[in-house]
């Protein structure tokens, strides 16, 4: 089992930056693909990054390459997001997840553990 914590979320002016944190339990976090999505009112689930075990590969939404960018530390069991050249339409909850495998978050767009999420709100 693997719980995951969000935090970092908030308010920010377009343009801003902020950094997500994901903090994870258990010994086994380098075993987990790790990733992060994200959902505003009325939109599907959106696919926004991803990173192998080893954080040797990442991987992105088009909507975010080249703005945000996904980290790991393993030895402090947390996954990071850094969010730069902030749009409204980044505005949404973002959920930290933890799947085995690479395809199963950034092809199918799910995960087997999944956190509560963050409220990233970018303002105009």
């Known amino acids: 089992q693997v719980q995951l914590v969000e935090s970092g979320g908030g308010l920010v002016q377009a343009g801003g930056s902020l950094r997500l944190s994901c903090a994870a339990s258990?010994?086994?976090?380098?075993?987990?693909?790790m990733g992060w999505f994200r959902q505003a009112p009325g939109k599907e689930r959106d696919f926004v990054a991803g990173?192998?075990?080893?954080?040797?590969?990442?991987y992105y939404g088009d909507s975010v390459k080249g703005r945000f960018t996904i980290s790991r530390d393993n030895a402090k069991n947390t996954v990071y997001l850094q969010m730069n050249s902030l749009k409204p339409e980044d505005t949404a909850v973002y959920y930290c997840?933890?799947?085995?495998?690479?395809?199963?978050?950034?092809?199918?767009?799910?995960?087997?553990?999944w956190g509560q999420g963050t409220q990233v709100t970018v303002s105009s």
């Open positions: 997840a933890a799947d085995r495998k690479m395809y199963t978050i950034a092809t199918r767009h799910l995960a087997n553990y």
């Open positions: 258990g010994r086994t976090f380098s075993s987990y693909v």
């Open positions: 990173i192998t075990q080893s954080g040797d590969s990442t």
